[in-house]
């Protein structure tokens, strides 16, 4: 497997129009894993990922793309390491499917070379990837929400990118919609070795599918570590406020929390 640049924050302050919103956040991205970002609504999540991806310029502290401060490399070169899907993002009115995932081939452009055959066949196999090729030809405005997500998955695959990361890229999805998303993206993790960053909201579905994950609370990093170590009763009783019961998921053997609500079950009565 080829080697991954590593990602990292070091000592990050950052936020919108004078307000700071993360407070000295300081990780390392787990190279060629599936690592997820939780907490509760407003704690930084979306910020963090989008100063990762340089959309966010930090009031102090550096990203660091293998020891290189990301601010100090040229657009186009960091476009082919690092890719970002951003949440909701504007379609193009009456474009292509083909056309709108053909653009994540803009890294490898320049104006004095058009397309080549690599760049045919990276958007071809981005589209087999996530399953839409005979897609090609819609206009993306006739879509449902989960073939939409979809097309701009692999417009980010199209992008070829080592690191990719994804901003609650299930969400207004039905599970199973859902599910089919991470089911691609692990795939896409275990073939091409992809390190991929997710926002989700569902605990559940991040415990099932993150190898690492990063916890927030109010713009700070309060735990991190596999899904056993962060996901306990009292990790998410302080960042969600909930209480509940952790045990192991039946069909994955990750942990899956039970709210415990008004009328609580008492899990000791319960095999699983």
Not at 109 to 117: A, P, R
Request: proline content about 5%; some cysteine.
């Amino acid at each position: 497997m080829k080697k991954t640049p590593v990602l990292k924050a070091s000592n990050i302050v950052a936020g919108y129009d004078n307000k700071i919103i993360l407070d000295d956040i300081t990780i390392t991205i787990p190279a060629n894993k599936i690592s997820v970002i939780i907490g509760a609504n407003a704690c930084g999540k979306s910020t963090l990922l989008k100063t990762l991806a340089r959309l966010i310029k930090p009031v102090s502290g550096d990203i660091l793309l293998e020891d290189k401060k990301i601010r100090d490399i040229p657009s186009k070169q960091l476009a082919k390491v690092l890719g970002l899907l951003p949440q909701s993002p504007v379609v193009p009115e009456g474009i292509a499917v083909g056309d709108l995932v053909g653009r994540g081939r803009f890294p490898y452009q320049t104006f004095f070379k058009g397309w080549e055959k690599k760049d045919y066949e990276a958007v071809e196999e981005a589209l087999e990837i996530m399953g839409i090729t005979e897609l090609a030809n819609r206009s993306v405005d006739e879509l449902s929400g989960g073939q939409r997500q979809r097309v701009w998955i692999a417009m980010a695959l199209a992008q070829q990118t080592e690191i990719l990361l994804l901003d609650e890229p299930t969400t207004f999805l039905d599970i199973t919609y859902q599910v089919e998303i991470l089911d691609l993206l692990t795939d896409l993790n275990k073939r091409r070795g992809t390190t991929i960053v997710m926002v989700l909201h569902d605990i559940n579905l991040s415990a099932r599918y993150a190898d690492y994950i990063f916890a927030l609370q109010k713009g700070t990093l309060i735990r991190e570590g596999t899904p056993e170590e962060v996901i306990t009763e009292g990790l998410i009783k302080q960042v969600f406020g909930l209480d509940c019961a952790v045990i192991k998921d039946p069909v994955s053997g990750s942990p899956f929390i039970v709210p415990k609500g008004r009328h609580h079950v008492n899990m000791e009565d319960i095999t699983v």
